[in-house]
Structure formats: C-alpha cells, structure tokens
C-alpha cells in the first residue's frame, strides 16, 4: 500500500503547476518590482540600470523562493509554499544610504550591508525564538504601520513629482539666474566686490512640472482601476487589483505619449544575472547594523507567517524546521546583495492565496519560482516596468505602500489590548512619532556624530527601536508565538 502523501508534499500535473505558480506570481509581481523601482530612481541609475535592478530581483525572487519551498539540505528552506519577495522594512535605510550617496558608490555601499546583514541574519536564526517576547502585535503592529507611513511620502511623490530636482515645486526664475551671472562676470572684472562662495538663487518660481492636472489624472485612472478591480472582480482578479490597475495606466500612459519605448527595443531578450554587476560592494561597519535590525524585525515577521502557514496547511513546525526557514531569509539576502539586489522574506499575499484556494502544494511555489526566474532572464520586461512613467506608479503605490499601513493597524487592532492597558497608547503613539522624525524634519541629524546617521535616519529604524524600548519598559518582555501567529493571520485575511 501506497504512503499518503501529505497535500504540501503533493506534486500537481504540469498544466495545472504552471497556471496556480503563475497565479503566485502575479499576486506579488507588483509588490516585487516596486522596490527597485524606488531605490533605483533614488541612487538617480541611469534607465538600463534601474531595469537590470528589476530583472535581478525578480530572479532572485526565483531563486531563493526555490529554496524556501523546495528546500536545500537540512539546513534551508521551510518546505511550505512560500513565495519569496523584497521586504518593504529595507527600504527606508536604503533610501537613507543612497540619498546620501547616490549612484554606483550608494549601491556598492548598500549591497555590502545587505551581505553583511544576511549572513549574520543566518547565524542569528537559530536564537530568533528567544527573542519573539520582545515583539508582540504592539510592536510589530506598529512597525508595520510605520512602514507603511515612511512609504507613503513616495507614493505622493511619484503622484505630483519628487521635492528636488526637475519636478521640485519651485525653480529658479531665468531673470534672477540671469542677473546673478551678470553680477559674477562684474565681480570677476573687478567691478564690484566677488560674490561670496556658494551664494545661490531661492527657487520662486512655481514648476510647471510639478502637480501636473496630466499626471494626476493617469493617477486617478489607476486609483480608480484599482478600486473598480477591487469591488467587481471575482477570486484570481481581485487578487491582482494593483497589477491590473498599472497595466490600465501604462496603456493609458502610451496612448498619451507619456511612455517611451526605445530602451526597451534596445533591451534583449534574454541576458544572465551576473554578481556584482556595480563593482564590489562596500561593507560599513554602521549599515551593516542597520541592515541587521532590520533582518530581525523581518525574521520575526517570518516566524508569525511560518507557524500561521504550518496551521493552515496542517505541517507541524519544528524549531529545526523554523530554523531552516529563518536561514533561508539570511541566505536569500546575501544572495540577493551579490547579484545586486535586496533582502527577502516571504510574501504576506501569497500566503494569503494558499488560505483562499485551498491548495497547499509548495510545488506550486516551486513553479512560481521556476516563472520568476525566466523573467529575470528577460531583460525586456525589466526595461518595460521601467519605462512606466512615475504617474502610473502613485496610483498604485498609493494602494500598496497604504495597504501596508492598514494591515499595522489591523494586527494593532486583532492584538493589542487598549481597553485595560492604556500603556500600549504610549508604545505607539511615541514610536509612530518617532518614526515621523525624519519625514518632518530630515535635517534633524545635522548635529550628531556622522558615523552614526545610517543608524538613525530611518524612521522606520527609530519607530523599531522605540516601539521595542518602550513595551519593555511599560509591559516586560511578553510576547509569544500565539501573538506571532495571530499578527500573521491578521495579515493574510
């Protein structure tokens, strides 16, 4: 007599794998690629290198959602159906690192702390279940509403135009610039005195480019398509609201002449991901730490959404089993910083997708890993995402980084007890606070030690810290898996 064979373990004809790994896939394609679209346009990449961020990432989505799923020895991968993404916690200290040095420099400095970062993460894994107590849902729930606070300010920019450079609100007026000149080349001929270093015209001038009605409307047509997806469409459809909503705006871009399509004619079909493809990575003792904060708060995300997968599909998670998952999202992120790309965990939404389908086969996830990675390999739809205009992308960064706010309040909401313990309204009204710190006042910093500034212009780095300080003091260490696991179903539903 046949063994039975568990429904995770279940492999699913071809036909059948393809199209549920592609459904996977598409569910968190939107989410995948917005990532290096924003630290991309952030490190100012010239359009073909912003396209290859996109290709690796979604190879590398491939690659290591392969591991998590399939498995590779002992040692890695949870073996549950679990699609691998860019987590939105890295993006806030990434932003942080390429603002401030932005170009091929920034991205060197930036994949040398993800490495850094992920292979501490890994030897880190084996610990995380002792350092659950100090995130319960009122302090996840609020980094998560924290996040998605930070991500929001991009969204908005991508709707009216970024505060500096071509699309700032004000410029300068030609007259003013013109007269300054003029008054240089008498300085120079000794006529009057010389201007002093580094004086400079004040912008007055309102930016025709800013605000535009144009680009707001292709935001609105998003939004709009979003929304309609949202209410009408049925099972699969509604799951891809976002995605279908910026192919809606992409289209509508291209007939209005918004996109422009010579890269990607240029671009190839076919083209290997190749490691370190911006020189070798910068390892700063400092961003490294970041990076490793952030890898915690990600490794405990991951713990709430193993154990809420292990219940829903009926395995058992083991601490060695944990452990193994936990090591692939340190594994993931040092793979993702050599083929020059970003820190991973699993996808909220995809797990999700197992509780509304029904099917628990982590096969699936290996189709979907398997798709991702011959997307990767095709220069072409990386250089097509890129194309897009930043119009079409703040109707459905509006949606996704405010979806990422609401799940924080949601799990604040299913987990947090304010009726008896008004000492939670402490926690997260003063981390959310400081979480704001550096969207308020980003020059805040300009006083303290230079070598401590990648630690703290994060906000989303302060609102962990803060948020993890303030429930010990007020509340002790007590949090638990039963916390975790209904943070994480909080999430999925």
Not at 146 to 151: A, C, K, R, Y
Not at 300 to 325: H, N, Q, V, W, Y
Not at 467 to 485: C, M
């Amino acid at each position: 007599m046949k063994p039975e064979i568990h429904p995770v373990d279940e492999i699913l004809p071809v036909p059948k794998l393809f199209t549920l790994g592609l459904q996977h896939v598409l569910v968190m394609y939107a989410g995948a690629i917005a990532v290096p679209l924003i630290v991309g346009r952030v490190l100012k990449l010239e359009p073909q290198d912003v396209a290859f961020l996109i290709s690796a990432d979604l190879f590398v989505c491939g690659v290591v959602t392969l591991i998590q799923s399939f498995g590779m020895t002992r040692w890695f991968g949870i073996q549950l159906p679990v699609m691998m993404g860019v987590t939105f916690a890295s993006v806030g200290p990434m932003i942080a690192i390429g603002t401030a040095n932005p170009g091929v420099e920034g991205a060197r400095l930036i994949f040398g702390a993800i490495i850094g970062a992920g292979f501490i993460a890994i030897l880190l894994a084996p610990f995380m279940s002792k350092m659950l107590r100090f995130f319960p849902p009122v302090v996840t729930g609020t980094i998560i509403l924290v996040i998605g606070v930070t991500l929001m300010r991009i969204g908005i920019n991508w709707i009216f135009g970024l505060p500096v450079g071509p699309t700032a609100p004000k410029t300068v007026d030609p007259a003013h610039a013109d007269w300054l000149k003029a008054v240089g080349d008498l300085a120079a001929a000794g006529t009057v005195p010389e201007v002093p270093k580094g004086l400079a015209i004040a912008a007055s001038t309102p930016n025709p480019a800013y605000a535009s009605p144009g680009n707001m409307a292709i935001s609105a047509v998003v939004l709009v398509s979003i929304l309609l997806i949202a209410k009408f469409g049925r099972g699969f459809f509604s799951n891809i609201a976002v995605l279908l909503g910026i192919v809606t705006g992409g289209i509508v871009a291209a007939l209005l002449g918004q996109m422009q399509f010579d890269k990607v004619g240029e671009a190839a079909w076919f083209g290997l991901i190749l490691p370190f493809h911006f020189g070798m990575p910068v390892f700063n003792p400092v961003m490294i730490l970041t990076m490793v904060l952030v890898m915690i708060v990600v490794m405990i995300e991951s713990t709430g959404m193993f154990l809420a997968l292990g219940d829903m599909t009926g395995r058992k998670i083991t601490p060695e089993r944990l452990s193994a998952g936990l090591r692939t999202d340190g594994l993931g992120t040092v793979i993702g910083g050599i083929f020059n790309t970003f820190p991973y965990t699993s996808f909220s939404q995809n797990v999700g997708l197992v509780g509304v389908t029904g099917i628990k086969s982590r096969f699936i996830c290996v189709a979907g890993g398997l798709i991702l990675i011959v997307f990767g390999l095709m220069p072409k739809m990386g250089a097509l995402v890129e194309a897009l205009p930043v119009s079409v992308l703040g109707g459905a960064g509006l949606v996704m980084f405010g979806m990422v706010a609401a799940t924080g309040i949601r799990i604040l909401a299913a987990g947090v007890d304010f009726a008896t313990n008004r000492h939670n309204l402490f926690i997260v009204a003063i981390s959310l606070g400081f979480g704001m710190i550096p969207l308020i006042a980003p020059d805040f910093k300009m006083w303290l030690p230079h070598g401590i500034h990648p630690l703290i212009e994060s906000g989303i780095l302060l609102a962990t810290i803060a948020a993890v300080a303030l429930n010990a003091f007020f509340n002790g260490a007590s949090g638990t898996e039963a916390d975790l696991r209904r943070a994480a179903e909080a999430i999925e539903h």
